[in-house]
Each structure stands twice: as structure tokens, then as C-alpha cells.
Nanobody, 123 residues
């Protein structure tokens, strides 16, 4: 079955960098849009960045110019390069795929989530 697994989180000082990775596994034929979300304690889940299967990207205003989303279509992976990190970036970060076609499925299936990877930015 299809799974999304994130990695690359950790503890960094303000101004530092981290690179998050998300691997989609399974007998995948195609993935539409892949996204990164974060959810700070007590707050709603926020869309940080997205990338379509055509390579178009979008970013939250709070991270624009600091974060870069990229994708390896052949490997079914998506990345988030985070530079100039701030304490307010601290949150679990979640990988998301909106639509996946896999060999084991009939119709496409929707709304896949990873379990999250923690990013903590200290002063």
C-alpha cells in the first residue's frame, strides 16, 4: 500500500538550514500535487509549499524567499530546503499528496499524509 514517510527534521539555531525529504512508497503510477504543511501547537495546519506534477510551485508568504520545494518525479520524492530558519518556523512538518494512482488501486485515491517530522529552531 502507498505510504508517505518524512525525514530530515531536527534542532537548529536561528539562521540555520534544514532539508526535509518525503518518500512515497508503493506501486505508484502517478502523483498529482505534493505539498508540505506544518502545524504549530494550538494552531491550524498551514500549507507551507506545494508543487504540481507540472513543476509549478506556490509558497506561503511567511516562507517565500527562504524555503524551496522540489520534486523527483521518477523517485516519487518531494523535498523542502529551508534556509534562514526562524523560531516561528518551529512545528511538525507533514508531507501530503492530493491524488495518487497505484497498480493496486482501481480509481485514483486522494489525500495521503505522512506522520510528520519535527523542526525546532532555537534562539
Amino acid at each position: 500500500q502507498v505510504q508517505l514517510v518524512e525525514s530530515g527534521g531536527g534542532l537548529v539555531q536561528a539562521g540555520g538550514s534544514l532539508r526535509l525529504s518525503c518518500a512515497a512508497s508503493g506501486s505508484i503510477l502517478s502523483i498529482n500535487t505534493m505539498d508540505w504543511y506544518r502545524q504549530a501547537p494550538g494552531k491550524q495546519r498551514e500549507l507551507v509549499a506545494s508543487i504540481t506534477n507540472g513543476g509549478n510551485t506556490n509558497y506561503a508568504d511567511s516562507v517565500k524567499g527562504r524555503f524551496t520545494i522540489s520534486r523527483d518525479y521518477a523517485k516519487n520524492m518531494v523535498y523542502l530546503q529551508m534556509n534562514s530558519l526562524k523560531p516561528e518556523d518551529t512545528a511538525p512538518y507533514y508531507c501530503h499528496a492530493d491524488r495518487i494512482v497505484a497498480r493496486d488501486y482501481g480509481l485514483p485515491r486522494y489525500n495521503f499524509w505522512g506522520q510528520g517530522t519535527q523542526v525546532t529552531v532555537s534562539i
